[in-house]
């Protein structure tokens, strides 16, 4: 382990320098992947229409030694629309760790979102993750996310069964669909639209669903749907809903969510609260 007692915290930027680096800590921490490519993270760090991410670094000298952003985003709560976070990307170079350098990127990016006028922060936590969120940082555990197979599509779409869903408007979508690191299928069904991304799985979509008429369909879909979320807005058990025996998935998905300050609630209701792949980009 490297100490370095000395270390400077500034705030994650988009410049060229600053998205190699970061490119180069997220591959070496999780791994070489198409959604650490600079280019990538250029999407999602700069181009996004809600703002760009929200987020500190610790450097040593010129080597980054921790990385924490959030990114802008827009949800309906309770009809209103508030501006949150979403948190994404964290890391920390082994040579640093256990050092509290996670706690101290991330309680400075909530009070500098809360001073920007982000009225929330949500986010999609693993196993390993979620006890420091929940005890360190003062989430809620909204509930672990549903995973399974769909055998029918829906064919009903209750909009208003939402209090808490992204808002996902044409301009929004247009962003989200533009990822550089995957590619999606759209196909309208009565009243919304599913939006599949390929997995890893060969001929299964993950599956997550919209308004009809924000995005023009096409594209390929899978032949199996996977579903990984909460959706009060569609009775996945009449579609024939099968979950995923917990020893097939990696790690339990939890949504935490923590509010930061102006119209936003104090918790969320998991049984009105509307999340799926779109939101939290696993795909």
């Not at 256990?98 to 920007?116: N, S, W």
């Not at 989200?176 to 639209?193: C, F, K, M, Q």
Request: proline share 8%; aromatic share 10%.
């Amino acid at each position: 382990m490297t100490t370095a007692p000395n270390l400077q915290i500034r705030a994650s930027g988009v410049t060229a320098e600053q998205l190699a680096a970061y490119s180069a800590l997220l591959g070496k921490v999780f791994g070489d992947a198409p959604k650490f490519t600079p280019q990538a993270l250029a999407w999602r760090y700069r181009d996004n229409p809600d703002g760009q991410v929200v987020g500190f670094d610790a450097w040593d000298g010129e080597r980054l030694a921790a990385h924490y952003v959030t990114c802008p985003t827009t949800a309906r709560i309770d009809g209103a629309s508030v501006r949150g976070l979403l948190s994404l990307n964290t890391a920390t170079d082994p040579d640093y760790a256990g050092q509290g350098l996670f706690t101290r990127l991330a309680q400075a990016t909530y009070a500098a979102g809360a001073d920007a006028g982000h009225g929330f922060v949500m986010g999609v936590a693993n196993a390993n993750s979620t006890p420091g969120f929940l005890k360190k940082l003062g989430f809620q555990l909204v509930a672990p996310l549903e995973a399974g197979l769909l055998l029918r599509q829906p064919q009903r779409f209750e909009a208003a069964a939402a209090g808490f869903r992204i808002d996902w408007t044409p301009r929004r979508l247009a962003w989200r669909l533009a990822n550089p690191a995957s590619a999606y299928g759209v196909r309208d069904r009565d009243g919304l639209t599913v939006i599949a991304a390929p997995t890893h799985l060969p001929l299964v979509a993950c599956v997550g669903f919209v308004s009809e008429g924000l995005v023009e369909p096409g594209g390929a879909a899978g032949l199996a749907s996977l579903f990984i979320g909460l959706e009060p807005r569609v009775n996945l058990a009449a579609q024939g809903f099968l979950r995923l025996p917990q020893r097939l998935r990696p790690s339990p998905l939890n949504l935490i969510y923590r509010r930061l300050g102006g119209p936003a609630p104090e918790r969320l209701d998991p049984a009105q609260t509307a999340i799926g792949f779109l939101d939290f980009d696993p795909y």
